[in-house]
């Protein structure tokens, strides 16, 4: 009888132990997708028709306020993508200058930039708090400048447009939903400057 209790105790433990190893599989983290949030603000000592940024970032924008000399601040673009842990991220598009000066009208000299992230992984830091890295960020961007060009015989000035790379490569450690400044890259005779924000964090189910 002893025996048989014994055995039955086993069977239930086995079966528990099964069950945890299943819902740990359910759980596995390359089972998991992260949304990445790229912010692409500029900063100008120009006036600007929407200042605020959204709230979201109103620890970034404290941060930019106390570290760096500009009067105003603009959200130029939000990028929104959902990538598999472990997983690489790789975006191109097209959009209007990302500079407030010295650019010619948006419908005649877009922006072309391109984002990779050759890694998106969930990780723990050294007092092992779950993170999440970028490794491999690269943000690259073509600008439109434009400069004073020559004379013409009517005695206006004829503008030259040009375009100037700019970009950043890095690794990046962050907490999970946390926005945290990437770098910023100077645009131009306008001293304007492009201000990078990431962040990321698991997707919802849907």
Avoid: H
């Avoid at 009888?1 to 390359?30: H, I, V, W």
């Avoid at 929407?50 to 709230?55: C, F, H, K, M, V």
């Avoid at 930019?64 to 690489?88: C, D, H, M, Q, W």
């Amino acid at each position: 009888m002893k025996k048989q209790m014994f055995l039955s105790a086993l069977l239930l433990a086995l079966c528990l132990a099964s069950g945890l190893t299943a819902q740990a599989q359910n759980t596995d983290p390359d089972d998991v997708n992260l949304e990445t949030q790229l912010y692409i603000i500029v900063g100008t000592n120009q006036e600007v028709d929407e200042p605020r940024l959204p709230a979201t970032l109103d620890n970034v924008v404290k941060q930019l306020r106390a570290s760096l000399p500009f009067k105003n601040y603009r959200l130029a673009a939000t990028l929104i993508n959902r990538v598999k842990n472990e997983g690489r991220l790789e975006l191109s598009f097209i959009g209007g200058p990302l500079a407030t000066q010295s650019i010619a009208a948006t419908s005649t000299a877009p922006s072309f930039s391109q984002f990779k992230v050759r890694q998106v992984k969930l990780s723990r830091n050294s007092e092992n708090q779950p993170i999440v890295q970028m490794l491999g960020f690269n943000f690259g961007a073509r600008i439109p400048i434009q400069s004073p060009g020559p004379i013409a015989a009517n005695g206006t000035v004829i503008p030259v447009l040009n375009y100037e790379n700019t970009g950043v490569s890095t690794d990046i450690s962050m907490r999970e939903a946390d926005p945290v400044i990437v770098g910023t890259l100077n645009v131009g005779p306008s001293n304007d400057a492009i201000i990078l924000v990431v962040s990321a964090k698991r997707a919802t189910m849907k």
